[in-house]
């Protein structure tokens, strides 16, 4: 009994024992876990709450602080101006531009002492800058002062200005860093979080392996689960270094291309300021200066039409609209920017059965710019474009598609690269689009406009060979507008065509053969001539000939002047050319041209020159824009109420022979409008955005009281800087005629006057 006892009391002991190093174990395990939970929850805390600190003080001052930066230099350079150029015009446009600086820098430094709390840097670049801006005017005021020399002005600018301006960009400078910091003391903080919470885990695992099996599967789990939050923070961190890269590498690639055409804005204004007395050497630079500001101007559309795709907000314009213009239009902006490169640039119209269409103009346009663009910017001197049109059935109800394809002889792209040329900010990294400017938006924005219209968009690639863009858009013919052409009158005419390109002479010939001619063709001028000879020698003779200009071996003149010589001067010649012939225009006469037509040949331009040399009897010159119009005559409203961008408007509207009359804002131009006698004014420009009255509100006052009075329509045409489609049918449901975007385009701006205003 005694040895059972005992035994038992060794069984009691170690069962006593047991559940005591079973509690202990589960204390410390208890512990551990707490441990590591209150370790790991406040490693996130505090990841959290440094990451909402950045977030929202030093990352929003970083920003502010470089703009603050900027404008600082915008100051300086603004004070720096009349050291070298002083007159009454240039202080008023320092005062209108140091307003414009000083609201900035007002806003931002608010900011900055707002969010920059308790720090000495902020409360002194806030008062340093009261005190520039106090100079700043007094320095306006001696400009302003014919009776202060330029010596006294430039003094003050050198010895009060610029010290003042490079003081607070240090302080500036200073805050911007103190920023940078805080923002690196938040990836610190991260890091070393994430190296406390796996040495906790570590321990934690150490722990349950040497206490007891049984809590394993417990602690495996709980472990899994942690190293799945650790993956998910560590995810979360790469994506918000990736997402930061990526806005870095975006505002770098914009920093660059945006101060590239500023910088040549600026300066070949000093320099155009330095030679004023030099006429050619101002249009020299007035002429760069309106490429870069083009330039600039497509950059920052690129910028709002992605964000307007981002957002869901873009939208297509739907109106009708001539195939052939949009065309030729299309031609003459990129056929002079392939010539300066000196690249073989060509266009092919295949079967265009229909020419009037509906659809986004705008849009379409700048999908074959976009192309076009590209092929240009990334194919070599000496190298060709292509570009084939054509229209072909769709299986969209109402709708023709018409196919673009877009082909060159440029440097090509890697196959890796073609899976991400759609996406947006990406461009692929070699030698020559490292010194290339662009966005990388061009063909993100390109593939959202396609799918927006419904059509589709593909390429193909290779390094060295080329690549080939091809577009097919789905549009609506339009009936009511389509021109019937006469084609009886054309029937059984003789017709020999000229052109060393194959597709030419193919669709040629089809459109010939629609027409009901007798079309001949020949790739080569010493061809033609032996088929024109042979014609006139069989008494069959070509009743008109169409040539070809840029030709190998003969060109398009010597092949004319060979086949005068052949069969005299009776038979009607037709020069046609892709590129301007305003410089050969006496030469071309002197061969014997009759008459001209630009590429490509689409239907109805050929059926009207063929009918006015061959049935009219008359000699045409379809010319170019380069031909002389002659000035408009009338008298045109001009609504503006920022005078520079009236005085511009107003010399662009003079310079094509109308008349123009002023208003400040809506309520003077209704008031101007209801005073004037009936057919004073042919035609109402308005801005959009004024004082006291909008222009949208002005227009549907000016159309009330019309209709209350019973006189004539003026007609409205919008010219405004809110340039979305969302605005361009706002302004037509208010009543305007027309809508023109600022900056004003010359063209464009031609466009709207002849449209309502007669010729002299």
Same mark, same amino acid.
């Given at each position: 009994?005694?040895?059972?006892?005992?035994?038992?009391?060794?069984?009691?002991?170690?069962?006593?024992?047991?559940?005591?190093?079973?509690?202990?174990? %589960?204390?410390?395990?208890?512990?551990?876990?707490?441990?590591?939970? !209150?370790?790991?929850?406040?490693?996130?805390?505090?990841?959290?709450?440094?990451?909402?600190?950045?977030?929202?003080?030093? *990352?929003?001052?970083?920003?502010?602080?470089?703009?603050?930066?900027?404008?600082?230099?915008?100051?300086?350079?603004?004070?720096?101006? #009349?050291?070298?150029?002083?007159?009454?015009?240039?202080?008023?446009?320092?005062?209108?531009?140091?307003?414009?600086?000083?609201?900035?820098?007002?806003?931002?430094?608010?900011?900055? +002492?707002?969010?920059?709390?308790?720090?000495?840097?902020?409360?002194?670049?806030?008062?340093? *800058?009261?005190?520039?801006?106090?100079?700043?005017?007094?320095?306006?005021?001696?400009?302003?002062?014919? %009776?202060?020399?330029?010596?006294?002005?430039?003094?003050? %600018?050198?010895?009060?200005?610029?010290? +003042?301006?490079?003081?607070?960009?240090?302080?500036?400078?200073?805050?911007?860093?103190?920023?940078?910091?805080?923002?690196?003391?938040? *990836?610190?903080?991260?890091?070393?979080?994430?190296?406390?919470?796996?040495?906790?885990? $570590?321990?934690?695992?150490?722990?349950?392996?040497?206490?007891?099996?049984? *809590?394993?599967?417990?602690?495996?789990?709980?472990?899994?689960?942690?190293? /799945?939050?650790?993956?998910?923070?560590?995810?979360?961190?790469?994506?918000?270094?990736? %997402?930061?890269?990526?806005?870095?590498?975006?505002?770098?690639?914009?920093?660059?291309?945006?101060?590239?055409?500023?910088?040549?804005?600026?300066?070949?204004?000093?320099?155009?300021?330095?030679?004023?007395?030099?006429?050619?050497?101002?249009?020299?630079?007035?002429?760069?200066? +309106?490429?870069?500001?083009?330039?600039?101007? !497509?950059?920052?559309?690129?910028?709002?039409?992605?964000?307007?795709?981002?957002? !869901?907000?873009?939208?297509?314009?739907?109106?009708?609209?001539?195939?052939?213009?949009?065309?030729?239009?299309?031609?003459?902006?990129?056929?002079?920017?392939?010539?300066?490169?000196?690249?073989?640039?060509?266009?092919?119209?295949?079967?265009?059965?229909?020419?009037?269409?509906?659809?986004?103009?705008?849009?379409?346009?700048?999908?074959?710019?976009?192309?076009?663009?590209?092929?240009? =910017?990334?194919?070599?001197?000496?190298?060709?474009?292509?570009?084939?049109?054509?229209?072909?059935?769709?299986?969209?109800?109402?709708?023709?598609?018409?196919?673009?394809?877009?082909?060159?002889?440029?440097?090509?792209?890697?196959?890796?690269?073609?899976?991400?040329?759609?996406?947006?900010?990406?461009?692929?990294?070699?030698?020559?689009?490292?010194?290339?400017?662009?966005?990388?938006?061009?063909?993100?924005?390109?593939?959202?406009?396609?799918?927006?219209?419904?059509?589709?968009?593909?390429?193909?690639?290779? #390094?060295?060979? !080329?690549?080939?863009?091809?577009?097919?858009?789905?549009?609506?013919?339009?009936?009511?507008?389509?021109?019937?052409?006469?084609?009886? $009158?054309?029937?059984?005419?003789?017709?020999?065509?000229?052109?060393?390109?194959?597709?030419?002479?193919?669709?040629?010939?089809?459109?010939?053969?629609?027409?009901?001619?007798?079309?001949? $063709?020949?790739?080569?001028?010493?061809?033609?001539?032996?088929?024109?000879?042979?014609?006139?020698?069989?008494?069959?003779?070509?009743?008109?000939?169409?040539?070809?200009?840029?030709?190998?071996?003969?060109?398009?003149?010597?092949?004319?002047?060979?086949?005068?010589?052949?069969?005299?001067?009776?038979?009607?010649?037709? @020069?046609?050319?892709?590129?301007?012939?305003?410089?050969?225009?006496?030469?071309?006469?002197?061969?014997?041209?009759?008459?001209?037509?630009?590429?490509?040949?689409?239907?109805?331009?050929?059926?009207?020159?063929?009918?006015?040399? $061959?049935?009219?009897?008359?000699?045409?010159?379809?010319? /170019?824009?380069?031909?002389? =119009?002659?000035?408009?005559?009338?008298?045109?409203?001009?609504?503006?109420?920022?005078?520079?961008?009236?005085?511009?408007?107003?010399?662009?509207?003079?310079?094509?022979?109308?008349?123009?009359?002023?208003?400040?804002?809506?309520?003077?131009?209704?008031?101007?409008?209801?005073? +004037?006698?009936?057919?004073?004014?042919?035609?109402?420009?308005?801005?959009?955005?004024?004082?006291?009255?909008?222009?949208?509100?002005?227009?549907?006052?000016?159309?009330?009281?019309?209709?209350?009075?019973?006189?004539?329509?003026?007609?409205?045409?919008?010219?405004?800087?809110?340039?979305?489609?969302?605005?361009?049918?706002?302004?037509?449901?208010?009543?305007?005629?027309?809508?023109?975007?600022?900056?004003?385009?010359?063209?464009?701006?031609?466009?709207? @006057?002849?449209?309502?205003? #007669?010729?002299?």
């Amino acid at each position: 009994m005694s040895e059972v006892s005992a035994a038992d009391d060794r069984v009691r002991i170690a069962r006593r024992r047991s559940e005591l190093l079973s509690r202990v174990t %589960a204390v410390v395990l208890a512990l551990f876990l707490l441990t590591f939970f !209150g370790t790991t929850l406040n490693n996130i805390i505090t990841i959290n709450n440094q990451v909402q600190t950045v977030r929202q003080g030093p *990352y929003p001052v970083s920003v502010a602080a470089g703009r603050v930066e900027t404008l600082l230099v915008q100051l300086r350079t603004l004070s720096d101006r #009349p050291t070298y150029v002083r007159n009454a015009d240039v202080a008023q446009s320092l005062r209108d531009s140091f307003l414009e600086i000083d609201e900035g820098l007002s806003t931002q430094l608010d900011f900055i +002492a707002a969010h920059h709390l308790n720090d000495p840097d902020a409360v002194a670049l806030a008062e340093g *800058y009261d005190e520039l801006a106090q100079n700043v005017r007094f320095y306006l005021g001696m400009v302003a002062n014919p %009776a202060i020399s330029d010596e006294a002005v430039r003094t003050y %600018a050198i010895e009060v200005i610029f010290p +003042a301006v490079d003081q607070l960009l240090e302080i500036d400078i200073d805050i911007l860093n103190e920023s940078t910091d805080a923002v690196e003391s938040m *990836y610190t903080t991260v890091t070393s979080a994430n190296s406390q919470t796996l040495l906790v885990s $570590c321990l934690l695992m150490a722990a349950v392996i040497l206490s007891l099996a049984v *809590y394993l599967t417990i602690l495996r789990r709980k472990s899994d689960r942690e190293n /799945q939050l650790r993956d998910s923070l560590q995810d979360a961190l790469e994506l918000a270094q990736s %997402a930061n890269a990526a806005k870095s590498a975006f505002l770098s690639n914009m920093s660059h291309d945006i101060r590239t055409p500023m910088n040549a804005i600026v300066g070949l204004t000093s320099i155009a300021h330095s030679h004023i007395d030099d006429p050619i050497r101002v249009k020299e630079c007035l002429s760069r200066i +309106a490429t870069s500001s083009k330039h600039l101007l !497509g950059l920052i559309n690129d910028v709002l039409d992605m964000g307007k795709i981002e957002s !869901g907000k873009m939208t297509l314009n739907e109106e009708v609209f001539s195939f052939p213009d949009l065309i030729s239009e299309f031609v003459t902006i990129v056929q002079p920017q392939a010539k300066s490169k000196q690249l073989s640039f060509d266009v092919v119209i295949g079967n265009i059965e229909r020419e009037m269409l509906v659809g986004d103009t705008m849009r379409i346009s700048q999908v074959l710019m976009n192309l076009a663009g590209n092929a240009v =910017k990334y194919t070599e001197v000496g190298d060709s474009i292509r570009i084939s049109i054509t229209e072909e059935p769709s299986t969209r109800p109402g709708c023709n598609n018409y196919r673009f394809v877009v082909r060159d002889t440029g440097i090509g792209m890697e196959a890796a690269f073609l899976e991400h040329i759609f996406d947006p900010f990406e461009r692929e990294a070699n030698e020559t689009t490292h010194f290339t400017e662009g966005t990388g938006l061009g063909m993100a924005i390109t593939k959202n406009i396609v799918d927006l219209m419904g059509g589709t968009i593909s390429v193909e690639s290779e #390094p060295g060979v !080329g690549s080939a863009f091809t577009v097919v858009l789905p549009l609506r013919p339009s009936d009511e507008d389509e021109e019937e052409l006469d084609t009886g $009158c054309l029937e059984g005419i003789h017709v020999l065509v000229v052109d060393d390109d194959r597709d030419v002479l193919e669709n040629t010939k089809l459109l010939l053969d629609d027409f009901g001619m007798r079309g001949e $063709c020949s790739a080569s001028g010493i061809e033609a001539v032996a088929l024109a000879a042979h014609a006139h020698e069989s008494d069959d003779d070509y009743r008109v000939a169409i040539v070809d200009w840029i030709m190998p071996g003969m060109d398009g003149l010597e092949t004319i002047r060979q086949i005068r010589h052949e069969v005299g001067e009776a038979m009607p010649i037709v @020069l046609v050319s892709a590129y301007d012939w305003s410089d050969i225009e006496d030469e071309a006469a002197e061969a014997g041209v009759t008459a001209f037509i630009s590429k490509p040949l689409f239907r109805s331009r050929l059926y009207h020159v063929l009918r006015a040399v $061959c049935v009219d009897g008359g000699e045409v010159a379809l010319a /170019q824009a380069a031909t002389s =119009k002659r000035p408009v005559v009338g008298r045109v409203l001009l609504v503006e109420d920022n005078e520079l961008n009236r005085e511009i408007a107003t010399e662009l509207i003079g310079q094509i022979g109308a008349q123009v009359d002023c208003a400040c804002d809506g309520v003077e131009a209704v008031a101007m409008v209801d005073a +004037a006698p009936e057919g004073h004014y042919q035609l109402v420009f308005m801005d959009w955005q004024m004082p006291r009255m909008d222009g949208i509100t002005a227009t549907e006052t000016i159309i009330a009281h019309e209709r209350e009075a019973g006189r004539a329509h003026v007609p409205i045409v919008a010219m405004t800087a809110n340039a979305f489609n969302e605005d361009r049918e706002r302004a037509l449901e208010a009543g305007m005629d027309g809508f023109m975007a600022k900056p004003i385009d010359l063209g464009e701006l031609e466009r709207n @006057l002849r449209a309502y205003l #007669p010729e002299a």
